[in-house]
C-alpha cells in the first residue's frame, strides 16, 4: 500500500504561484510513476502533468505547459507541482496519484492522496 498526502494548496490571485507537494509512505516510491490531476467543479478528473519514477520522462496537458512544472524528490519521497502565471481556470482540487506505468490515463493510477484545493481569484 501506499499513501498519498498532498499540501500547498490555497488562495491566489491570478499571476501568482503556488507548489504543491505530495508525500508517499509505503512502498519504494522510485518505482511509481506519478501523477496530478484536477477536478474544477462541476467538471470530469483532468490529467494535469505525470512524471516517470527517475524523474526523466515528463509530460504535461496543453494548458499547463510553460506554466506549470512537475518534479520529484525520490529520497524526501515527494513529487511537486510548481504552478505559475495562475490563472482563474486553474481552479480545482488537485490529487497526486501513483501508478507502476508512466501513462496520462487516471483508471491505471493505483493510489490517490486526499486532495488540495487550489482557488485563483481574478
Known amino acids: 500500500q501506499v499513501q498519498l498526502v498532498e499540501t500547498g494548496g490555497g488562495l491566489v490571485q491570478a499571476g501568482g504561484s503556488l507548489r504543491l507537494s505530495c508525500v508517499a509512505y509505503g512502498r519504494t516510491f522510485s518505482m511509481y510513476a506519478m501523477g496530478w490531476f484536477r477536478q474544477a467543479p462541476g467538471k470530469e478528473r483532468e490529467f494535469v502533468a505525470r512524471?516517470?519514477?527517475?524523474?526523466?520522462?515528463?509530460y504535461y496537458v496543453d494548458s499547463v505547459k510553460g506554466r506549470f512544472t512537475i518534479s520529484r524528490d525520490n529520497a524526501k519521497n515527494t513529487v511537486y507541482l510548481q504552478m505559475n502565471s495562475l490563472k482563474s481556470e486553474d481552479t480545482a482540487v488537485y490529487y497526486c496519484?501513483?501508478?507502476?506505468?508512466?501513462?496520462?490515463?487516471?483508471?491505471?493510477?493505483?493510489?490517490w492522496g486526499q486532495g488540495t484545493q487550489v482557488t485563483v481569484s481574478s
Open positions: 496519484a501513483a501508478a507502476k506505468i508512466v501513462t496520462m490515463n487516471d483508471q491505471m493510477y493505483d493510489y
Open positions: 512524471i516517470s519514477g527517475s524523474g526523466e520522462y515528463i
